[in-house]
């Protein structure tokens, strides 16, 4: 699998972006592991894509926790770098969620490798479910 993060692993659909921010949602799977809190939707029969393998995702980080624009994207940036370095841990090819989102929750910016060790037991809870 190559390391690469192409458009159609990106979330940009609106309506499922709101279908997986939607409170009291009994569809949303969610679960918290420092620094994310993960919210993921598993695939619907009726949106099913023969050739997608891997799930989309979308990374936020809070505007009320890091006011400066340079602060969030650099998070957003090593967020996005451990996962495409680590997205190979999904057991199988086709993932048992179709829709992940990523909410950094940590109050200050951490280092690479915490996100790193973060995301890697993110993506195998993910995975196992």
Sequence with gaps: ?????????RLCSKKILGELFKKG?????????????????????SSSE???????????VPKRTFKRAVDR??????????????KHLFSQ???SAASIAFLYTAKQI????EIEKGMKLALQKVGSR
């Design 1 to 9: 699998m190559p390391q690469t993060f192409t458009k159609s692993e």
């Design 25 to 45: 949602s009994a569809a949303v799977g969610t679960f918290y592991l420092f620094p994310f809190r993960v919210l993921y939707l598993p695939p619907s029969e």
């Design 50 to 60: 023969s050739n997608v393998t891997l799930p989309a995702i979308v990374i936020t």
């Design 73 to 86: 994207n650099l998070i957003r940036r090593r967020v996005r770098e451990a996962y495409r370095l680590n």
């Design 93 to 95: 090819p086709t993932t």
């Design 110 to 113: 951490i280092s690479f490798e």
